[in-house]
């Protein structure tokens, strides 16, 4: 048997993620329990006709959140009122992050 035809010998390397910190699993919990609070407030206020404090909500996703949650939380409501109702909403300027 000759060397070309040997399979070569390659230690196989695992893949891992990197560990995230104390801050950033704060921050993911944070944001995850703000989704799951702004979520229902906007559900309550869809519920009962309260397009302005529907408005509030995603406004707070966005300024709070992330652009997604304020998408998400804006998509929910028009799916739900549907898209005759004008939304105005007010997307937050970027975030600085600082000490990251």
């Not at 060397?3 to 390659?10: D, H, K, R, T």
């Not at 695992?14 to 919990?29: H, N, Y």
């Not at 404090?53 to 409501?77: H, K, M, T, Y």
């Amino acid at each position: 048997m000759n060397a070309a035809s040997a399979p070569p010998a390659i230690a196989m390397q695992t893949v891992r993620k990197p560990i995230k910190t104390l801050r950033e699993k704060g921050a993911d919990s944070f944001h995850a329990a703000l989704a799951g609070a702004l979520t229902a407030g906007l559900e309550d206020a869809l519920a009962t006709g309260d397009h302005d404090r529907a408005v509030s909500f995603i406004n707070r996703g966005f300024a709070e959140g992330s652009p997604q949650l304020g998408c998400d939380l804006l998509c929910r409501a028009m799916a739900v009122v549907g898209t005759a109702r004008t939304w105005t909403v007010q997307m937050a300027p970027p975030r600085q992050r600082s000490g990251l």
